[in-house]
């Protein structure tokens, strides 16, 4: 299984909050989907999953070219973590006024992330078991994932880079295992990155 965030947006190059905002991938982003869709290339994908704001699908859609599947399939349960009225807003400063995201007023907590991201991949038991998936999601989500099927509680203040992907692999019934996390594409030599 894939776990991979969409590309860079500028509100990412502006270290903003995203949640439900549905930016575009910028110049950047865009680069980064496409070697992150080469870099994937080869690995046998059955399906991809994503969010259905804007960065998520662009980013699925060019993993689902290079992988010759049709089109991605939309999953709210992968949407941005809801930031509320502070979506937009420079997460430094969210977290200078309320001492961290969780403790600002009227945005989603981790547990409702961590759920509804655990119950999709619950429901896609099946199809993991006849091959290898991919799901497309959001910073805040990743961390959820990814701290909870590889059992790490070390991921509270990581930030998975834009375009980066994780591999997990499942070993049991309800066992993972992490065999990657947050790999990005490399730049071709001398190409600038703004």
Same mark, same amino acid.
């Given at each position: 299984?894939?776990?991979?965030?969409?590309?860079?947006?500028?509100?990412?190059?502006?270290?903003?909050?995203?949640?439900?905002?549905?930016?575009?991938?910028?110049?950047?982003?865009?680069?980064?989907?496409?070697?992150?869709?080469?870099?994937?290339?080869?690995?046998?994908?059955?399906?991809?999953?994503?969010?259905? #704001?804007?960065?998520?699908?662009?980013?699925?859609?060019?993993?689902? +070219?290079?992988?010759? #599947?049709?089109?991605?399939?939309?999953?709210?349960?992968?949407?941005? +973590?809801?930031?509320?009225?502070?979506?937009?807003?420079?997460?430094?400063?969210?977290?200078?006024?309320?001492?961290?995201? =969780?403790?600002?007023?009227?945005?989603?907590?981790?547990?409702?992330?961590?759920?509804?991201?655990?119950?999709?991949?619950?429901?896609?038991?099946?199809? #993991?078991?006849?091959?290898?998936?991919?799901?497309?999601?959001?910073?805040?989500?990743? +961390?959820?994932?990814?701290?909870?099927?590889?059992?790490?509680? =070390? #991921?509270? =203040?990581?930030?998975?880079?834009?375009?980066?992907?994780?591999?997990?692999?499942?070993?049991?019934?309800?066992?993972?295992?992490?065999?990657?996390?947050?790999?990005?594409?490399?730049?071709?030599?001398?190409?600038?990155?703004?």
């Amino acid at each position: 299984m894939l776990l991979v965030r969409h590309g860079r947006t500028a509100l990412n190059a502006g270290d903003r909050l995203r949640g439900r905002l549905d930016p575009p991938l910028d110049r950047v982003g865009l680069a980064e989907v496409r070697r992150t869709a080469q870099a994937l290339a080869g690995q046998s994908l059955l399906a991809v999953f994503c969010s259905p #704001l804007r960065r998520a699908v662009q980013t699925a859609e060019a993993i689902c +070219r290079v992988a010759n #599947l049709g089109e991605p399939r939309l999953r709210e349960e992968l949407l941005d +973590r809801d930031y509320g009225d502070w979506a937009g807003e420079p997460e430094s400063e969210v977290i200078e006024q309320w001492g961290s995201i =969780d403790a600002a007023p009227g945005i989603e907590s981790r547990a409702s992330v961590a759920d509804r991201a655990g119950r999709l991949l619950a429901g896609r038991r099946p199809l #993991l078991e006849r091959g290898n998936i991919a799901f497309v999601t959001h910073d805040a989500v990743l +961390r959820e994932l990814v701290g909870t099927v590889a059992a790490r509680t =070390d #991921l509270q =203040d990581h930030h998975f880079r834009t375009a980066g992907w994780s591999v997990i692999e499942r070993v049991g019934p309800d066992e993972w295992r992490l065999l990657a996390m947050d790999r990005t594409a490399r730049e071709p030599e001398g190409q600038e990155r703004s």
